[in-house]
């Protein structure tokens, strides 16, 4: 029996995967997370096979949840699960120690097969993402500046954009708010702007945001 953990800040998300999940034989959910320090704090006290976990979340989102996650087990086989598909996240999640990469366009049955395959201790990517990656050896990767961005200033790039205040991402980072500022316009002068709306607008130009229904 494989478990899995589930999370996502969408209810609806969270209830269809586990509706899913729960008529495949030989899996079961064993827990679900609205935010990724719900996820973090359970990771502490408690094990899954496999975690599924959304990146685009308020607060810790899942780069930052999937790297403190395996800071307190190493072992533990995350998947994200997402509706973006841009490189610099696959890149980053997968340095980060993720065993999956999976978007939310993904059929039931590749879910499945994903789960099945992280759970023997190998890897998965969506074939998209597979060939993204790929190609993106070959490609210049100075097209999309956020690639230059490190991986706690893409993670509060997309605090920013998603519309949380210095002061609310101190707090969940636990970092202070001189230190968030020093990240803030670090990665401002990498990508050429002057502020959050710019920021903000670029993002979306790039396909950095989760503009969709989920």
Do not use: C
Request: avoid cysteine; aromatic fraction near 6%; glycine fraction near 8%.
């Amino acid at each position: 029996m494989i478990s899995v953990y589930l999370v996502d800040d969408h209810e609806l998300v969270r209830t269809g995967i586990r509706r899913l999940l729960e008529d495949e034989r030989g899996i079961k959910v064993v827990g679900e997370a609205h935010d990724g320090e719900t996820a973090v704090q359970w990771s502490r006290h408690n094990e899954a096979d496999v975690i599924l976990m959304d990146m685009n979340m308020p607060g810790m989102g899942g780069l930052e949840a999937t790297r403190k996650i395996l800071r307190y087990q190493p072992d533990a086989k995350i998947i994200v699960l997402t509706v973006q598909t841009e490189d610099p996240f696959p890149t980053k999640v997968m340095q980060a120690g993720a065993s999956g990469y999976l978007t939310k366009g993904s059929t039931s049955p590749e879910v499945i097969r994903a789960i099945s395959q992280v759970s023997r201790g190998q890897r998965y990517l969506s074939p998209e993402i597979a060939q993204q990656m790929a190609l993106s050896q070959f490609t210049n990767s100075d097209e999309n500046p956020f690639t230059s961005l490190s991986e706690r200033e893409l993670q509060i790039m997309m605090m920013i954009t998603n519309g949380e205040k210095v002061n609310d991402i101190s707090d969940k980072l636990n970092l202070s708010p001189k230190t968030v500022n020093s990240y803030r316009y670090r990665l401002f002068a990498k990508l050429g702007i002057n502020g959050d709306v710019e920021l903000t607008r670029l993002a979306i130009r790039y396909k950095m945001l989760d503009t969709g229904s989920f």
